[in-house]
């Protein structure tokens, strides 16, 4: 999913989004460890999908703590 389409999303939304990657990178860390996998770049690509998520999750965080005030 694209970083614009990230950030339109609810945080429920960016919740199931997170679980979905988490359980894709232990699936990948499990087919790698079993050697069924030929193209390990997956996962990094993975990895770096779910930090993108995080990230926008702090953002939307940061953003509401800053209209509070």
């Known amino acids: 999913m694209k970083l614009e389409q990230l950030r339109k999303l609810s945080a429920a939304d960016l919740a199931k989004e997170v679980d979905k990657t988490i359980a ?6 499990s087919e790698i460890a079993m050697h069924r ?3 390990w770049s997956r996962l990094r690509e993975a990895r770096q ?3 993108r998520i995080f990230t926008i999750i702090r953002e939307k965080d940061i953003i509401k703590t ?3 005030e």
């Open 24 to 29: 894709l990178v232990a699936q990948l860390k």
């Open 66 to 68: 800053l209209s509070n």
């Open 37 to 39: 996998i030929k193209n």
């Open 49 to 51: 999908y779910l930090a």
